[in-house]
């Protein structure tokens, strides 16, 4: 079984186990109105007044003057993002990280050792809330997909199984947009054809999905089946790291898209350093508001692991791809791919890079340690 662990309303819960006078306030984390910043994260109760991720702060306020923003504090969420997998850790070494708090744990091969998957994913969310003093919501199910919808179907403090007799019924009544491949506009072709709900989707045959949708068809058909084979794949084992954001609202904002890429760097180069390996091959992901999508690489001399060189060359794809007020973007993503070992690649040709390496494993300590991270580079936390 598979054990999907997604954080509720992750940034907003941090801070507010950080300030508890903010508790069953409407609070959000983002940029600044008055810097056209989007929302990050908004806890319930600011979703009680309609306020959503990626809405624009200015927005955000009208729908509920009250609302209490804070600024992102991105090295604090990538500290309790490290506690939390180390939680997930203890139970199983195959976690593939989706983002800073939600993870894929295949638990098969510990099931002996720790029980069920379901006991493990409830010692799990224990463990989270008594050392972390924040919720997690879990989706057990026979696969990635199932999983992953059961862990948010219940939001928050979720905890849904769903056995592999299940699966059915549970994907049976849900609407086809949950359906991973499954965009705006599919969902509406879908819909002319008369197929709102996985039944009537499934009610189809392959063939006439793939007529009409080619391979994609063929890939949702398997899908609202509840068949998914794909494993969790581990950081150990991957040949790539990499973490992407889709956005609730496209963002056509330059700065908003470069402080979100930034953030995405960070994580990535410090789940490199976690795994030990430095990457040749930098990568971004562009979707835009039409699900085209785009990916822009460059390869570099050498392998590093270092936040700031990655930072830089992804800002450079993104700039070089760029054209303002002509993109309108719903999904961007940071991969580094071309490992090799650290220790074979110590740079010792330039001084800035060893600095830059010290300065790495310095603040990835002080995330470690410390309550408050001290140490953040590059761009101000207006995302
Ligand atoms: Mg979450």
């Given at each position: 079984m598979i054990i999907h662990l997604d954080m509720d309303a992750f940034f907003a819960s941090v801070e507010m186990r950080e300030r508890p006078e903010l508790a069953d306030l409407p609070v959000v984390v983002g940029g600044s109105a008055a810097g056209r910043g989007v929302v990050a994260a908004a806890s319930y109760e600011a979703r009680k007044f309609g306020v959503f991720s990626a809405m624009p702060m200015a927005k955000a306020l009208k729908q509920c003057p009250k609302l209490i923003c804070l600024p992102v504090n991105m090295p604090l969420y990538i500290e309790v993002s490290q506690q939390i997998h180390e939680i997930f850790y203890r139970y199983t070494p195959e976690i593939e990280p989706l983002s800073l708090d939600e993870a894929f744990l295949d638990v098969t091969a510990s099931e002996k050792l720790f029980g069920s998957a379901a006991e493990v994913a409830k010692k799990i969310k224990t463990d989270i809330k008594n050392e972390c003093q924040l919720i997690a919501s879990a989706g057990i199910a026979p696969n990635k997909f199932v999983a992953k919808i059961a862990s948010d179907i219940d939001k928050p403090n979720g905890f849904v199984i769903v056995e592999q007799n299940e699966v059915q019924d549970f994907l049976d009544p849900l609407p086809i947009k949950r359906i991973w491949g499954v965009g705006k506009k599919t969902e509406q072709q879908l819909h002319e054809y008369g197929i709102n709900t996985v039944y009537e989707l499934r009610n189809k045959t392959s063939d006439w999905l793939i007529q009409r949708f080619g391979k994609l068809g063929d890939h949702i058909f398997r899908l609202a089946n509840g068949q998914d084979k794909r494993e969790v794949v581990s950081d150990a084992k991957a040949k790539s790291i990499s973490s992407e954001t889709t956005f609730a609202t496209d963002i056509r904002d330059k700065e908003v898209l470069l402080a979100i890429l930034s953030q995405l760097s960070e994580q990535v180069a410090s789940r490199l350093r976690v795994k030990d390996v430095k990457g040749k091959t930098i990568s971004i992901k562009i979707?835009?508001?039409?699900?085209?999508?785009?990916?822009?690489?460059?390869?570099?001399?050498?392998?590093?692991?270092?936040?700031?060189?990655?930072?830089?060359?992804?800002?450079?794809?993104?700039?070089?791809?760029?054209?303002?007020?002509?993109?309108?973007?719903?999904l961007v993503g940071v991969s580094v791919s071309g490992f090799s070992k650290s220790e074979s690649l110590q740079s010792e040709l330039f001084e800035q890079d060893t600095k830059q390496d010290t300065l790495d494993v310095l603040s990835d300590k002080i995330n470690q340690r410390f309550g408050k991270a001290k140490i953040h580079r590059g761009r101000k936390n207006n995302g």
């Open positions: 979707r835009f508001h039409d699900f085209k999508t785009i990916t822009r690489s460059k390869t570099l001399f050498e392998n590093s692991s270092q936040t700031m060189l990655i930072w830089q060359v992804v800002k450079q794809l993104f700039l070089d791809t760029w054209q303002e007020g002509k993109m309108s973007i719903r």
